[in-house]
Nanobody, 129 residues
């Protein structure tokens, strides 16, 4: 069973930056696409960004395009979410997740929560105005 541990969250002022990390316990991590999701208080969890197993393809939610960058280092079993130009509305718990099918990626597949079967515990990101 894959275990995911997120880190890098915290409190930042609007306009600031944070870099989230997601460390996976298994080397098979490199065979799976993965994604970042977030959940704000009182809201449903939503897709933020996704990346293919090789790192060659990515997809972003419209509300983070141009501000967030997803990447991965398969040699370190770690994925990242670089968040720049943060806004108060980015405040949420951020989760990383590993997809359920090795070697699979598509723009519609990567955004659906139902296609992920391993989730991290989440890391809080708070952006003050």
């Amino acid at each position: 069973q894959v275990q995911l541990v997120e880190s890098g969250g915290g409190l930042v002022q609007a306009g600031g930056s944070l870099r989230l990390s997601c460390a996976a316990s298994e080397r098979t991590f490199s065979s799976y696409s993965m994604g970042w999701f977030r959940q704000a208080p009182g809201k449903e969890r939503e897709f933020v960004a996704g990346i293919s197993w090789s790192g060659g393809r990515t997809r972003y939610a419209d509300f983070v395009k141009g501000r967030f960058t997803i990447s991965r280092d398969n040699a370190k079993n770690t994925a990242y979410l670089q968040m720049n130009s943060l806004k108060p509305e980015d405040t949420a718990v951020y989760y990383c997740a590993v997809a359920d099918t090795p070697g699979h990626y598509s723009p519609t597949y990567i955004v659906a929560e139902s296609n992920y079967n391993y989730w991290g515990q989440g890391t809080q990101v708070t952006v003050s105005s």
